[in-house]
């Protein structure tokens, strides 16, 4: 399951018969775990698969990036704090996402996690069925992502790439619209 959310943009891409992944350089400056490996369609990748984040030099940020944002805000900040910074009911996530295997977060945010000890009840609800979550959890990951680094600073990005089709498309094919 974990693994159908990343391929179904990409089963979408090979439906439409838009073209293959561009290569896109690496920067020196983002660990191993972030820097971006190549392009699909304004999604960015690291070199093993895994969605990361792109930041250009003027600030512009990539399309799931601010989509992340706007998607944390609506459904993840009441719990984990503005900004992925943590809160009174849950903890950071803009850290954990750096060093987080990715689908360990999916699979968290997928089928929630409950964790009790002695001293303390922690519960992450499943969000499996939610597609205002499931629908953008990538854009969610890069956008905690970026935060983690220090890439992203506080606030909305204020320049953005355009969504491209692809993306419109996947994010309509989950929707169902």
């Known amino acids: 399951m974990t693994r159908m959310i990343r391929a179904l943009p990409l089963a979408i891409l090979a439906v439409s018969g838009i073209p293959a992944a561009t290569a896109v350089a690496q ?5 191993d775990n972030v820097a971006v490996g190549y392009e699909e369609d304004g999604r960015y990748y690291t070199e093993d698969g895994v ?4 930041i250009a030099e003027d600030g512009t940020v990539d399309w799931l ?3 992340g944002f706007r998607r944390y805000h609506s459904e993840c900040h009441v719990c984990h704090g503005p900004e992925g910074e943590g809160g009174s009911y849950a903890p950071a996530l803009k850290g954990p996402a750096v060093t987080m295997d990715y689908y360990d977060f999916v699979d ?5 996690r409950e964790r009790v000890s002695a001293s303390q009840q922690s519960v992450m609800p499943a969000f499996g069925t939610n597609p205002n979550v499931m629908c953008y959890l990538d854009d969610i990951y890069t956008y905690l992502k970026a935060r983690g680094t220090g890439a ?3 606030g ?9 089709d692809a993306i419109r498309e996947a994010e309509n ?5």
């Not at 920067?27 to 660990?31: F, G, H, L, N, R």
């Not at 909305?156 to 491209?164: L, M």
């Open 152 to 154: 992203l600073p506080r």
């Open 156 to 164: 909305r990005p204020p320049k953005k790439e355009d969504k491209s």
């Open 108 to 112: 968290v945010v997928t089928n929630g």
């Open 173 to 177: 094919a989950c929707l169902g619209t």
């Open 65 to 67: 990036t601010y989509s």
């Open 27 to 31: 920067t020196d400056t983002a660990p």
């Open 51 to 54: 969605p990361t984040y792109n």
